[in-house]
């Protein structure tokens, strides 16, 4: 299969599945692109991942970063087109149909089980981030910090990342 029509099939499968945001694909993410395609290096996936986090639709700039790198300016484009496809095609079908699929009971159902699913798959990508870059005390400083902050403020997620960023500045230089 052709580099590019493999990238757009794959982020199509990606598309398909992305259900309760980009995180829960996160170790489906790493096993894709680092582990069986190495379009990535482990380091690009996390400073891909971190620096997504800056932007709308992280998981979806982490695609478009991937396609970039798998297959230059059309792997990006490819990608990106690839992984919104699926879900635009559901969202435009649901909202046609909105009034007589919102009090399906069957529809409900598939929710009250995809979201303990969900919340499941977001622990492992947390739990397998972890491992791998929490490597030092300032390291679970700063996640302890971030997690506080976002449980109980409502201080900004990119100002968590940008004040996080600028201590590892700070500690990297003195």
């Not at 690009?44 to 700039?61: I, R, V, W, Y």
């Not at 992984?83 to 409900?108: D, K, Q, W």
Request: contains cysteine; glycine residues 10%.
């Amino acid at each position: 299969m052709g580099g590019i029509v493999k990238l757009a099939w794959i982020f199509l499968k990606i598309g398909l599945i992305f259900f309760g945001g980009g995180y829960v694909l996160i170790p489906l993410l790493h096993r894709i692109m680092v582990d069986q395609y190495q379009w990535l290096t482990l380091k690009e996936f996390l400073d891909g991942l971190a620096l997504s986090q800056l932007t709308p639709g992280p998981l979806a700039m982490l695609a478009t970063f991937t396609g970039f790198k798998a297959g230059g300016f059309v792997g990006a484009l490819v990608a990106t087109v690839f992984i919104f496809l699926p879900c635009t095609a559901l969202m435009l079908f649901i909202s046609s149909h909105y009034e007589r699929l919102r009090n399906v009971e069957l529809i409900g159902t598939f929710f009250d089980g995809v979201i303990p699913a969900v919340v499941g798959l977001v622990a492992a990508a947390a739990y397998n981030l972890g491992k791998t870059s929490l490597v030092c005390v300032r390291d679970f400083l700063l996640l302890a910090v971030g997690f506080l902050l976002l449980r109980y403020t409502k201080v900004s997620p990119m100002l968590v990342i940008l004040g996080a960023a600028a201590l590892g500045l700070f500690f990297n230089f003195t």
